[in-house]
T-cell receptor, first 113, second 113 residues
Framework: RKEVEQDPGPFNVPEGATVAFNCTYSNSASQSFFWYRQDCRKEPKLLMSVYSSGNEDGRFTAQLNRASQYISLLIRDSKLSDSATYLCVVNPHSGAGSYQLTFGKGTKLSVIP | ETGVTQSPTHLIKTRGQQVTLRCSSQSGHNTVSWYQQALGQGPQFIFQ???????GRGNFPPRFSGLQFPNYSSELNVNALELDDSALYLCASSLAGGGYGYTFGSGTRLTVV
């Protein structure tokens, strides 16, 4: 089982649609969770952290279910500018103290006019 | 506030050669991590440096080595380049190991021919 698995893409949605991305992780000891956004041939940029209580930032809502080791990202009212690859990221926070990030392969989103 | 800067932006090397990539961390960040992103994949953790010492390493062979300097800038060195080393190399800086998220540089695209 891969450490971080994401929905296979690509997702092609019309403007204004609601789209949801799902992600599972294998290390139950993981402590920190993030969604990053990566535009074509650019670096990943932090979209939002994910907390157990769920968190919202404008049109974006992230949820974490530790029992199921499952993370989600919901984008409402999709904009053309949301087109990008969305990376699910887990920080295993290992006992050695290394804060390495483990990335999923990413899910590509294309918002269509 | 200065972000993470990497140099060079693009590089072409021949198999068997050695390469050094450079990274300046964001102002105030004391931790630097290096990631390799092959085409169509998520970034893979190479290693992290904290206070000039290696603070964790991913599944990469010893020919991948690094340094961190007192000003927190860092270098990634790769010896005996192989064709599969062709990738986008990303540097990310953070505070105190990275539990609160990372800031990525725009990367160095290395092509090995």
């Amino acid at each position: 089982r891969k450490e971080v698995e994401q929905d296979p893409g690509p997702f092609n949605v019309p403007e204004g649609a609601t789209v949801a991305f799902n992600c599972t992780y294998s290390n139950s000891a993981s402590q920190s969770f993030f969604w990053y956004r990566q535009d074509c041939r650019k670096e990943p940029k932090l979209l939002m952290s994910v907390y157990s209580s769920g968190n919202e930032d404008g049109r974006f809502t992230a949820q974490l279910n530790r029992a199921s080791q499952y993370i989600s990202l919901l984008i409402r009212d999709s904009k053309l500018s949301d087109s990008a690859t969305y990376l699910c990221v887990v920080n295993p926070h290992s006992g050695a103290g290394s804060y390495q990030l483990t990335f999923g392969k990413g899910t590509k989103l294309s918002v269509i006019p | 506030e200065t972000g993470v800067t990497q140099s060079p932006t693009h590089l072409i090397k021949t198999r068997g050669q050695q390469v050094t990539l450079r990274c300046s961390s964001q102002s105030g960040h004391n931790t630097v991590s290096w990631y390799q992103q092959a085409l169509g994949q998520g970034p893979q953790f190479i290693f992290q440096y904290y206070r000039e010492e290696e603070n964790g390493r991913g599944n990469f062979p010893p020919r991948f080595s690094g340094l961190q300097f007192p000003n927190y800038s860092s270098e990634l060195n790769v010896n005996a380049l192989e064709l599969d080393d062709s990738a986008l190399y990303l540097c990310a800086s953070s505070l105190a190991g990275g539990g609160y998220g990372y800031t990525f540089g725009s990367g160095t695209r290395l092509t090995v021919v």
